[in-house]
């Protein structure tokens, strides 16, 4: 099968945790992981950069091991942005169409209407989501050129950060030496990465747990209607552990992926761990109950404010196809049972899409991964990073239709992406995020 062999690299930098993961893009358009690299993420706290110096030297150590494994060099990177900053709301653009028949440059005008809204100074717009588009009375249109009528009007979700907050993120991958080709909000890229089509359609919430911070993303009818970002995760579960079970917080870590359970009714009254104690003090044994004691308030909490914001959406009753947990807390032995209980829908863990290890040929469409590393990556833990791989993987699919050459590095040929490009590239762009 023919390469396009165009490197495309994601890097998520999360609050737990950077990944890098390196993707070499097929002229299928599927992509064939081929090198990942993680490195514990200490500069980032909420979701915001804290300090510099830790966060570059942590994408640097995720970098350089991603390179490492792929045998390339990582110039140029999708990253993604997280934190409580972010906030979303929904919003609409109407113009008349000037020729009878929707064009190119309605289409144009219209976005740009949709995103005359009013923002604070501080803060910008990173994403403008297409959700429907509307010609006359005709509704739930996804491409609307070529439709006769008078008025077009497009409805988007937009998501605001603040300007700091993305710029300490671009910052310190370009001091890594990285360039910056496109940010993206960790649970659009999560729920790219995890998301089955007719889970959108049917209605679905996409919830991302990872260390400090808890992403939700809500899609209805296979676009996306609610986004939100909670300043709580896994991370308060480990420092629950560390009080409560007198333990430092490395061995908290340690007891929490090996015996915890965040529901404790599935643990046995007999079932012991063992905890090393603070201060060097000899280990003590401890019920297993008990720490999950600890968690279960916790996550409950965690799942009673993601209830909040289902209900703030209004789409509470349309979630036919329920939750999708991801990120790493999301592998918690019985977070998705706790889940039911509290939100009273179903709840599944998120895996990130694989195809086969041919690929399954699903249309022979991109958007999958093949092949290569995919068994390395088969975690809830890389979502994000692999939802930044394929939303990169799309754009080459789209941008360059020939094969990139053999230069076996990250840099892609339209490098300088991050200014805006032509309106086709534009359009093309905010499709690809919609649908
Ligand atoms: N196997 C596991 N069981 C329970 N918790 C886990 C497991 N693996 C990771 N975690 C927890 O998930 C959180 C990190 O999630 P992740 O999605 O990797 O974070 P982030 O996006 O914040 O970098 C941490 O609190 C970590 O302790
Ligand atoms: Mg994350």
């Known amino acids: 099968m023919g390469r396009k062999d165009e490197i495309v690299v994601g890097l998520d930098v999360g609050t737990h945790k950077v990944v890098a993961v390196v993707g070499d893009v097929k002229t299928d358009g599927?992509?064939?992981?081929?090198?990942?690299g993680s490195s514990p993420s200490n500069g980032i706290m909420k979701g915001v950069v804290v300090n510099v110096n830790q966060t570059m030297e942590a994408i640097q150590r995720a970098v350089h091991e991603a390179e490492l494994m792929a045998g390339c060099t990582v110039n140029a990177v999708y990253v993604s942005v997280s934190g409580a900053h972010l906030k979303s709301f929904n919003n609409r653009g109407v113009v008349a169409v000037q020729s009878r028949v929707v064009g190119e440059q309605d289409v144009e005008r219209v976005l740009e209407n949709a995103k005359a809204a009013q923002i604070p100074a501080d803060r910008q717009i990173i994403h403008t989501v297409p959700q429907e588009f509307v010609v006359d009375d005709n509704d739930g249109i996804r491409q609307p050129l070529g439709i006769a009528g008078s008025r077009l009007q497009v409805n988007v979700h937009v998501v605001t950060a603040l300007v700091s907050g993305v710029q300490n993120v671009i910052q310190c991958a370009e001091r890594?030496?990285?360039?910056?080709?496109?940010?993206?909000?960790?649970?659009?890229?999560?729920?790219?990465?995890v998301l089955e089509e007719d889970e959108k359609e049917l209605g679905v919430v996409l919830v991302d747990i990872g260390g400090g911070t808890t992403d939700v993303a809500i899609f209805h009818n296979g676009f996306i209607v609610h986004s939100a970002v909670l300043p709580v995760g896994g991370d308060h579960v480990t420092k629950d552990i560390a009080v409560g079970l007198r333990t430092?917080?490395?061995?908290?870590?340690?007891?929490?992926?090996?015996?915890?359970?965040?529901?404790?009714t599935l643990v046995g009254?007999?079932?012991?761990?063992?905890?090393?104690?603070v201060?060097?003090?000899?280990?003590?044994?401890?019920?297993?109950?008990?720490?999950?004691?600890?968690?279960?308030?916790?996550?409950e909490e965690?799942?009673?404010?993601?209830?909040?914001?289902?209900?703030?959406?209004?789409?509470?009753?349309?979630?036919?196809?329920?939750?999708?947990i991801t990120g790493g807390t999301s592998l918690l032995p019985g977070c998705a049972e706790l889940g039911e209980d509290v939100l009273g829908?179903?709840?599944?863990?998120?895996?990130?899409?694989?195809?086969?290890?041919?690929?399954?040929?699903?249309?022979?469409?991109?958007?999958?991964i093949v092949?290569?590393?995919?068994?390395?990556?088969?975690?809830?833990?890389?979502s994000t990073a692999l939802g930044l791989v394929l939303q990169a993987a799309e754009d080459d699919v789209g941008d360059n239709g020939t094969p990139g050459g053999n230069s076996r590095t990250a840099i892609r040929r339209n490098g300088s992406k991050g200014a805006p490009g032509g309106w086709v590239d534009k359009m093309r762009d905010w499709m690809r995020q919609a649908f």
């Open 30 to 36: 599927t992509v064939e992981i081929i090198g990942v």
């Open 176 to 193: 890594a030496g990285l360039h910056v080709l496109k940010t993206s909000a960790e649970m659009i890229a999560s729920a790219k990465a």
């Open 371 to 382: 092949g290569g590393l995919r068994d390395l990556v088969n975690s809830p833990i890389y």
């Open 248 to 264: 430092p917080k490395a061995e908290a870590e340690r007891i929490k992926i090996q015996h915890g359970c965040a529901l404790s």
């Open 345 to 368: 829908h179903p709840v599944r863990v998120g895996y990130p899409r694989l195809g086969g290890s041919g690929g399954n040929g699903s249309g022979g469409r991109g958007g999958m």
């Open 279 to 299: 201060g060097g003090r000899e280990a003590i044994e401890r019920k297993r109950k008990l720490l999950c004691d600890i968690i279960e308030p916790r996550i």
């Open 302 to 324: 965690v799942y009673h404010l993601i209830e909040r914001e289902i209900q703030a959406s209004n789409f509470a009753d349309v979630l036919g196809s329920g939750v999708v």
């Open 269 to 277: 009254e007999d079932e012991v761990i063992e905890v090393a104690c």
